[in-house]
């Protein structure tokens, strides 16, 4: 499957979450609420909080117009929170939309 990167941001890591994040993790992202979707992670090794990441996104024509810069999409491993991104490039034209009020 052959992944682009539709969007960065920046890495905020859960303190409950204890392991290691780094490139090439594929965990699920809630892009809209109740809407999670499978990914891929570009990052340096390992992962600290405030630095940059990138996401690919599986399927993003079943989400359109669902980031804008600031929005914050939370990152998990199974059922458990790994962390927050807040968007900062959507290199996806058909992700790109407003802030919802």
């Known amino acids: 499957m052959n992944l682009k990167n539709e969007f960065n941001g920046i890495w905020q890591k859960k303190p409950e979450y204890s392991r290691t994040v ?6 699920t992202f809630e892009i ?3 809407y999670l979707t499978s990914g891929k992670i570009e990052c ?5 909080d405030g630095e ?9 024509e079943h989400y359109p ?8 999409i939370e990152a998990f491993a199974g059922s458990k929170q790994m962390g927050t991104i807040t968007v ?3 290199f996806n034209p058909l992700l790109e939309g407003k802030k919802k009020i």
């Open 22 to 27: 780094f490139s090439g993790m594929r965990p």
């Open 32 to 34: 809209i609420e109740n």
């Open 44 to 48: 340096n090794d390992p992962l600290n």
């Open 52 to 60: 940059l990441i990138s996401v690919q996104l599986v399927s993003p």
């Open 65 to 72: 117009n669902s980031l804008w810069p600031g929005k914050r």
């Open 88 to 90: 900062k490039e959507i």
